[in-house]
């Protein structure tokens, strides 16, 4: 028997196209083969270390603290392992994009899970997409879809962009975009947002209802605190959860009053999703 909860996600999309907005976390594009933020500062902290001819393990954050009296910087690894902005795109293009063999093995390539949110965009069910993630998977397999997205990922974005009313879809890449060096990546970094993109959030939040996928939200403090203060109750929250939820995750469904919608499998539930409500435009 299906679960009630998802069988009333699936109704209120179907019954209330536009009004919910995404919150892709880290897992949607783990299955691809993308490293999470904080796993490319330890790598780029291992890549340091050698440079230095030492031995970062087994904990690379404790061995940087150590030798520099700092706490990890994202933008200061960078300007120590690279001298040019080219040098550094080439630095951070590895983690993102896919070399021939990796494009082979389906990695770094958008998933069928991206392939879903990007029918759900198509049919327009989903107009707005928040995500903590650097690499552009989303992006592509709406283009693919035929969807161009406003790309929102930075303030200067968020002052020019065309309000979103007028968008087919919009993708707000709340941490940043991994060609833009201000990328956050960092427990320091990911402790504040900028009023601009705080006020953006609140006004999203406040008018939309919210699905969150591949998100623990154990990280990302601001975002958590933007959803904890949001006022909305008019739409629901569903939280797609693939085995326990964290305590902050807890905390937070709690005083949003989410739906938690057990998954076996995130890429499986947006695929069945977004091929029953294709049937239903049919």
């Known amino acids: 028997m299906k679960d009630e909860s998802a069988l009333r996600l699936d ?4 019954t209330n ?19 999470t933020g904080w796993e490319i500062v330890l790598d780029l902290i291992r890549k340091l270390a050698a440079v ?7 904990d690379p954050e404790t061995w940087y603290h150590q030798r520099f009296d700092e706490l990890p910087d994202y933008a200061k690894l960078l300007d120590r392992l690279t001298t040019t902005p080219a040098e550094r795109m080439a630095l951070l293009r590895s983690y993102f ?6 494009r082979e ?11 879903a949110i990007a029918t759900l965009a198509k049919l327009d ?10 690499d552009r998977l989303t992006e592509r397999a709406l283009k693919e879809e035929g969807v161009v997205p406003d790309v929102i990922s930075s303030d200067d974005d968020l002052r020019g962009a065309m309000p979103y009313v007028h968008s087919q879809c919009v993708v ?24 601009t993109l705080n006020q953006c959030l609140d006004r999203v939040l406040d ?4 699905i969150i996928c591949g998100w623990s939200g154990e990280w990302d403090t601001p975002l958590r605190n933007a959803i904890r203060r949001s006022p909305n109750r008019r739409f629901a929250t569903y939280w797609l959860a693939k085995g326990e939820t964290t305590e902050e995750a807890q905390h937070t469904i709690r005083h949003r009053r989410a739906e938690v919608v057990r998954l076996r499998a995130l890429t499986r539930f947006l695929k069945n999703c977004s091929r029953k409500l294709s049937h239903c435009e049919n």
């Open 11 to 14: 109704i209120s999309v179907h």
């Open 17 to 35: 196209p536009g009004v919910y907005a995404l919150l892709l976390g880290s897992g949607v594009s783990r299955a691809a083969g993308i490293p």
């Open 52 to 58: 230095e001819g030492e031995e970062p393990q087994p």
């Open 97 to 102: 994009q896919p070399t021939e063999e990796e």
């Open 105 to 115: 093995q389906g990695l770094k390539i958008p998933t069928p899970a991206h392939r």
């Open 125 to 134: 069910y989903i107009r707005m997409v928040l995500t903590t993630n650097f």
């Open 172 to 195: 707000v890449k709340l941490n940043g975009d991994y060609r833009d060096t201000r990328i956050k990546n960092t427990p320091e970094e990911l402790e504040n947002y900028s009023q």
């Open 207 to 210: 008018e939309f209802g919210l």
